[in-house]
């Protein structure tokens, strides 16, 4: 993982408008790995959360959460802001407009697969859960299909002319963090 942090690390040393797509399935580490790379994070729970006066899981509120979300995105590539976005990047037509935008701003982009195996991801969600943190809402298939839409939407986006750079981190440990 260190390299990989290098390289991506190395890209926004070179590259004025930089959007980097962290994506994974649920409880893969996406946020531990976004986080390690210390660049302006948008996260739909984090604004969620904040939403909720530090509450997790407050289901009543994820469409406004996704709304800013979207607002700030838009923001972002309008004002030429570099920044890292973590989402499941589950669904290929949102992947795919983001990433669309992001040249459309002529960013360059940077599409990164956090790759962790089903049986840790279910495990890394009930620790989670566990210290405190979001994930008790998040049924078991949610997870499993997450996890295996976001590899796909990566390896069908990856080679595309809308992803300059791609990286798929292998998220082996159990404990969300322990690449």
């Not at 009543?60 to 802001?81: D, M, R, Y």
């Not at 049924?139 to 939407?153: D, E, H, L, M, Q």
């Amino acid at each position: 993982m260190d390299s990989q942090i290098k390289k991506i690390n190395n890209l926004k040393n070179h590259h004025q408008k930089l959007f980097i797509l962290v994506g994974g399935g649920s409880a893969s580490g996406k946020n531990y790995f976004a986080n390690s790379l210390n660049f302006p994070l948008l996260d739909v729970d984090q604004i969620n959360e904040k939403l909720n006066n530090g509450k997790v899981d407050c289901r009543n509120t994820i469409s406004k959460a996704l709304s800013i979300v979207k607002k700030k995105l838009q923001e972002n590539f309008e004002n030429g802001i570099s920044f890292i976005q973590v989402s499941t990047a589950a669904g290929y037509p949102g992947t795919c407009n983001k990433f669309k935008l992001a040249k459309e701003h002529r960013f360059t982009t940077v599409f990164v697969n956090i790759d962790v195996p089903i049986k840790t991801a279910l495990i890394n969600n009930e620790h989670r859960v566990l210290n405190g943190g979001h994930g008790f809402t998040i049924p078991k298939w949610k997870i499993i299909a997450s996890n295996i839409s976001s590899k796909t939407v990566f390896n069908q986006l990856r080679k595309t002319e809308w992803v300059d750079y791609s990286f798929k981190i292998r998220n082996k440990g159990v404990n969300i963090g322990r690449f």
